[in-house]
C-alpha cells in the first residue's frame, strides 16, 4: 500500500470511507475503489487537489445531485473535504463500453449497437431536458450497472458538462469560441473542435460517431499522421469536416446516414428529435430481425467462455477515466 493511500485508510475520508485501489487518472482527478466501512459496501472516490481554483469536481457533483432520481446515472453518497482534497463518493459501476468493445474484439454487431444507441439517447434525453450538454460523448463514459442493473447503461463524467440555452443566437453568437478543443478529439463534435458553445445536437453528434465506431471498428480520422497534439486535433476536425454522412456510414445500413444528416440539421440550441431517433433505429432492427432483448455480444462470449477473461477487478476498473 503507497503511503498516501495508508494516510487515508488510517483515518477515513468522511469517517467511513477508505481506500482501496486507484483505478485511474483524469484531467480532473483520481478515481480510487474504496469500502464503507459503516456498511462494508464498496463505492467509488474521486479526488481533485485544492489547487484547481475552478473546481470541475463540485460542478460534476452538483450535476450528478441534480439527476439522482434517473434510471442510468450514478448516485452520489457525498461531497466534501478531506485534507487537501475535495472528494466526491459515488456509485461503483461495472465495465464501460470501452473495456467491452476491447473484450468483445473491438468490434460490437448491430444488435449490440442498436441496443446501445437505444438507452443512450434516453439517458441524453433526461440530462438535455435539465438544460445541461454533456461535451464528452465517448465509450469510456458509459458503464454498465452491476447486480440487478447489470444491463443498464449509465452516463457518467460530468467533469466537462455544461448548461447551454434553446436560443439559437446565444448558443452561437453569445458565448465566445474557446481556443482549444473541449471533449475528446475522436469523438468529439466539430463545434466541439472549433471551441464553440455547444448545445445537444454536438451530443448527438458525437453519439453518431460512437455508433460508426462500434460497427466499423475504426473512424476514418484515427491514424493520421500528426505532430503535436494541438496538430492532430486540427487534422482530425478537418477530416471529420471533409467526410459527409454518406461517406462515414457508406458500408453501414442507410439509417446512420439519415441519423447523422437529421442531427446535422437540427437548428443550433434547438431540441433534437430523439423519439424519433429511437423509432428509426427500432425499425431497423425490426427489419434486421433483431429483438431488443438485453443479450449484448459480451453476454454471449460470457457465457461461451469457460472463465471469463474479464476479471472482478478489471470489471471494477469500468470507472477509469484513462
Known sequence: MDPFTKKLYDRPINGKYVLIERLGKGGFGV????????????LALKLEHHSIDRSFLEEEARKYEAFQDVVGLPKVYWFGR??????????LLGPSLDDLFAYCGHRFSLKTTLMIADQILVRLEQIHSNAVVHRDIKPQNFLLGTGTTGNVIYVTDFGLADGYTISCAKAKDEIPPRSRLVGT???????????????????LESLGYMIAFFLLGKLPWQGLQSHGREEKNRVVMEKKIATSPEQLCEKLPAEFAEY????????????PHYERFRHKFRELA????????????????????????TSERSKRAGVRRE
Not at 475503489?33 to 459503516?38: P, T
Not at 425490426?286 to 469457460?306: C, H, M, P, Q
Open 260 to 271: 447523422m444528416q437529421e442531427v446535422q440539421d437540427v437548428p443550433n440550441g434547438g431540441r
Open 185 to 203: 478529439a475522436r469523438f468529439a463534435s466539430i463545434k466541439g473542435h472549433q471551441g464553440h458553445a455547444q448545445s445537444p445536437k454536438d451530443d
Open 82 to 91: 478531506h485534507d487537501d482534497f475535495r472528494v466526491m463518493a459515488f456509485e
Open 31 to 42: 478515481v480510487y475503489l474504496a469500502k464503507n466501512i459503516v456498511n462494508e459496501e464498496e
Open 286 to 309: 425490426r427489419k434486421e430481425g433483431v429483438k431488443y432483448d438485453n443479450v449484448f455480444d459480451w453476454t454471449i462470449r460470457l457465457f461461451s467462455e469457460a472463465e471469463p477473461a
